[in-house]
């Protein structure tokens, strides 16, 4: 087994893990405290819903210059 240099190497500890959405978890890591926007308790791929995350207004400038609001993605045109 290799043996790791004394000294060099950061220290592995147990870390808390806190999400935007409230959700909060222990995991190990070099630093004890990480905080992350989306977890897997509030991600859209494992919730089923959506949910935009706005980057500087992006979202808000996009729904201002091409329309006031788009419709849900269940809805489908008739036509």
């Known amino acids: ?3 790791l240099k004394p000294g060099i190497h950061p220290t592995y500890q ?3 893990v ?3 959405c409230g ?3 222990v995991t190990r890591s ?3 405290l990480i905080h992350v926007e989306v977890c897997a308790k509030c991600h859209p791929y494992f919730t089923g819903k959506q949910k935009l995350v706005d980057t500087a207004g992006r ?3 996009f729904r201002q210059k091409y329309g006031a609001s788009t419709p849900p ?3 489908k045109a008739t036509g």
């Open 14 to 16: 147990r870390a808390t």
């Open 30 to 32: 070099t630093v004890p």
């Open 1 to 3: 087994m290799w043996s």
């Open 18 to 20: 806190q999400c935007a």
């Open 73 to 75: 993605l269940g809805d």
């Open 23 to 25: 959700n909060s978890f």
């Open 59 to 61: 979202v808000e400038r």
